[in-house]
Nanobody, 118 residues
Framework: QVQLVESGGGLAQAGGSLRLSCAAS????????MGWYRQALGKQRESVAT???????IVANSVKGRFTISRDNAKNTVYLQMSSLKPEDTAVYYC????????????WGQGTQVTVSS
């Protein structure tokens, strides 16, 4: 069973920055894709950013230029550097991983709250 431990959420002022981390452990397979979703209160979960093992990224238009996703393959850790935060970035942020196990099984973190005050 893969465990994902997220950290770095909290409260920030508009225009400020936060850095989320998500460390994966317990897998006997390498990790293919890592990424972040978020879900604001009353809204559907949306993809924020993804990164593959080679470092190729996809970033949502709503955060492009403000958020940067990166990963450390040796540590099985994915990061989300969030800058120029806006109140609309307030949400629970979830990390996930997709395994290179043939079935592309995916696992999710427990979520971390990010609150941006105006």
């Amino acid at each position: 069973q893969v465990q994902l431990v997220e950290s770095g959420g909290g409260l920030a002022q508009a225009g400020g920055s936060l850095r989320l981390s998500c460390a994966a452990s317990g897998s006997m397979f390498s990790i293919s894709v890592m990424g972040w979703y978020r879900q604001a209160l009353g809204k559907q979960r949306e993809s924020v950013a993804t990164i593959d093992r080679s470092g190729n990224t996809i970033v949502a238009n709503s955060v492009k230029g403000r958020f940067t996703i990166s990963r450390d393959n040796a540590k099985n850790t994915v990061y989300l550097q969030m800058s120029s935060l806006k109140p609309e970035d307030t949400a629970v942020y979830y990390c996930y991983v997709v395994l290179m196990d043939g079935a592309r099984n995916n696992f999710w973190g427990q979520g971390t709250q990010v609150t941006v005050s105006s």
